[in-house]
């Protein structure tokens, strides 16, 4: 009994060590490494870190850039600041949270998102109307929904379409912007 117990361990070592291999075979002739098994994880997850640029329309032109972190895959903070271009508003600072609807274990390169986040805008002028309504203070609150879709790309790139509902908290204001982001990630 002990010697087939010992023949039966052997062949079985023999053919887990036969059949160990360090790449995969996949179609069109492409290898991928297994011992690297990064080609195979959550984009969200390997890059945690962030930093982008962004072009944002709400009815002025607007830039600027922004740090973000996934604190889960599906769970990321964000800190944007930037400038106005009109000759009425100055600056923006914003932060917020997104929710990542893929599953934390996907390796999609694409996923949609929501979110919630709080915007202050400055103004350097006072008194002036505009839409009907005069501004008279110098920096405006605005609570802002974002959603939409972000590409992951690889070695860290990353590109983002966005479009945010926001709701301005001094006087009752809703809007419409849209955002296209451009920046890269880190590990």
């Known amino acids: 009994m002990k010697k087939t117990i010992s023949i039966i361990l052997s062949l079985l070592v023999y053919i887990t060590n036969m059949s160990a291999q360090d790449s995969l075979q996949l179609e069109k002739n492409r290898n991928i490494d297994v011992s690297n098994m990064l080609d195979f994880e959550n984009p969200r997850s390997l890059y945690r870190y962030g930093i982008s640029s ?87 609150a605005v609570v802002k929904v974002p959603f939409g879709a972000g590409y992951f790309g690889r070695n860290g790139f990353f590109t983002s379409i966005q479009f945010s509902v926001g709701d301005l908290l001094s006087f009752r204001l809703a809007y419409l912007e849209a955002t296209l982001k451009v920046g890269w990630r880190f590990k």
């Open 54 to 140: 962004s072009v944002i329309f709400n009815g002025f032109l607007c830039w600027g850039y922004g740090l973000d972190y996934f604190i889960t895959p599906n769970i990321s903070a964000e800190i944007n600041v930037g400038v106005l271009a009109d000759r009425h508003m100055d600056h923006y600072y914003d932060i917020g949270f997104k929710y990542w609807f893929d599953n934390k274990y996907s390796k999609n390169r694409f996923s949609p998102f929501l979110g919630l986040a709080y915007q202050k805008h400055g103004f350097v002028f006072d008194g002036e109307i505009y839409d009907g309504v005069v501004m008279d203070i110098d920096s405006y």
